[in-house]
């Protein structure tokens, strides 16, 4: 085969996987399932059905297409399956035909009591806004970064895994933590835990623990006797936005 011939054929199959990706995404309530994901919030199956407008079962169906053309990913946790859009790649094509058909985007509205939500433990790490902020500011300072053997998007034990910078690992030292002695533990080290009032990943394993003693120990946060809440005390504001640049 010639090279032009080799060229003509590569053309017709992206051209093929291309129309495959379109097929996926140009059916109505697929649309309305992409378009939920596209604020990076991650929800269940049961909401994404009447996002679409469709019965649980027909949405199944749709989020099984969805995910076979790598439009969307699913990430078990528990007795749920979260779904949000496969990466960064996907919205953009989203917000590009969004801009084609003059379409405006609805605000993920979370239905959580507003202590909880704000800031809460999870299992033994802090969850909430505070937990998620906390997630994203580590990310952006250079703090975390992803493991190259990631696990399967669909295990159940959460998402991404992390690892710990030599920035990351002098900080959290800085803070007392024994980073060595982290790793010995037989559990997961750091990993993206989906955060259920945000729908976005806060820090999750050994490493998610460590940080929650450091804020209790240091009088960061103050845990309610009755409930999971945790209250940011005014000394924790400022040494988290002292620390690590986060407002509170």
């Given at each position: 085969m010639n090279a032009r011939r080799i060229e003509h054929t590569m053309d017709h199959t992206a051209d093929a996987a291309a129309a495959r990706i379109?097929?996926?995404?140009?059916?109505?309530?697929?649309?309305?399932?992409?378009?939920?994901?596209?604020?990076?919030?991650?929800?269940?199956?049961?909401?994404?059905?009447?996002?679409?407008?469709v019965t649980p079962s027909t949405a199944?169906?749709?989020?099984?297409?969805?995910?076979?053309?790598?439009?969307?990913?699913?990430?078990?946790?528990?007795?749920?399956?979260?779904?949000?859009?496969?990466?960064?790649?996907?919205?953009?094509?989203?917000?590009?035909?969004?801009?084609?058909?003059?379409?405006?985007?609805?605000?993920?509205?979370?239905?959580?009591?507003?202590?909880?939500?704000?800031?809460?433990?999870?299992?033994d790490h802090m969850a909430g806004t505070l937990g998620v902020s906390l997630h994203d500011r580590f990310k952006a300072l250079g703090f975390l970064t992803n493991q190259l053997n990631r696990r399967p998007a669909t295990s159940t034990n959460g998402g991404d895994a992390y690892r710990l910078t030599p920035a990351g690992t002098k900080a959290l030292e800085t803070l007392g933590v024994d980073v060595e002695a982290l790793g010995t533990l037989r559990r997961r080290f750091a990993f993206a835990c989906l955060d259920w009032s945000e729908r976005r990943p806060h820090v999750g394993g050994a490493l998610g623990a460590a940080l929650l003693k450091v804020a209790l120990k240091r009088k960061w946060v103050i845990q309610d006797l009755d409930s999971r809440a945790l209250s940011v005390t005014n000394f924790g504001r400022r040494e988290m936005l002292g620390r690590f640049g986060m407002h509170v």
């Open positions: 379109a097929a996926a995404i140009g059916e109505p309530a697929r649309a309305r399932i992409l378009y939920c994901l596209l604020d990076g919030h991650a929800r269940t199956s049961t909401e994404l059905a009447m996002v679409a407008q199944s169906v749709h989020l099984n297409r969805l995910n076979t053309a790598r439009l969307v990913k699913v990430l078990v946790q528990g007795k749920h399956r979260y779904y949000s859009l496969h990466g960064p790649s996907v919205a953009r094509v989203l917000e590009g035909l969004s801009v084609i058909a003059g379409r405006s985007l609805d605000k993920f509205v979370p239905h959580t009591p507003s202590r909880l939500r704000a800031a809460r433990t999870c299992y």
